[in-house]
C-alpha cells in the first residue's frame, strides 16, 4: 500500500474524530484538526488542489485560535457560548466567498495547472469563513458546510482521493446531527441567559 495512502487514512480519521469531538463542543477536536490538516497539505499539495494545500496551512492556524477561544474566549475568559448571525450578516459572508472565489479561480486557471481551479476556490473561501465560524461558536456553520462538503466530494473524486471523498460523505450527514445538536444548545443557553436576566 503507497505511504501517501496510509497517510491519508490517518488524515481521514483525524478528521473524523476532530468533527465528532467538535460536536460535543470540546477542546480536543482542535488538537485532531491541527495533525489531520498538517497530513493533507502535503496531500493535497500532490495531487495539483493548491488552493486545498493553502486551506490547511490556514487551519493549522485556526486550530490554535479555536482552542484557545474555545477554552478563553468569551465572557471571563470561562470559553464561547454558541452564538447566531443575522441575515444580513449571512448574505455578506456569503457574497464575498463567491467574490474571491471567482478572482482566485480565474487566476489558478490561467497561471497555474491547478485541477478544477474555481470549485477547489469556491471550498477553499467557504471553509476559510466556515472554520472561523466554527472557532467562535457560530450555530449555522454546520449549514455552511453541507454545501462545502458536498461540492467537496466531487473534487475528490474527480482527483482520486477515494477516502477522503467517502469522509465527507460522512460529514454531510453529521454536520446535519451537529447542527440539530448545537441548536437544542444554542436554545437552552438562550433560555438560562434570559432568566438570568430576569433574576
Known sequence: ???????????????????????RENSLCWYCAFFGTAIYIWIFGGVKLY???????YYLVMAVYGWYQWRRGGREHHGLSIRSWSFDCHLYAFLGVLLVSLISGYLLEKNTDAQ???LDSFTTWGSVLTTYMV???VL????YWILIDGVSIYIYLDRE?????GLFA???VLVVIGFVTWRKLYLAQHRVYVTADLV
Open 1 to 23: 500500500m503507497p505511504t501517501w495512502l496510509n497517510l491519508e487514512m490517518l488524515a481521514v480519521a483525524l478528521s473524523l474524530a476532530y468533527l465528532l469531538l467538535a460536536m
Open 51 to 57: 488552493m486545498e494545500s493553502l486551506l490547511n496551512v
Open 116 to 118: 478544477l481551479p474555481y
Open 135 to 137: 472557532a467562535r461558536k
Open 140 to 143: 449555522e456553520n454546520w449549514l
Open 161 to 165: 482521493l477515494y477516502f477522503t471523498a
Open 170 to 172: 460522512i460529514y454531510v
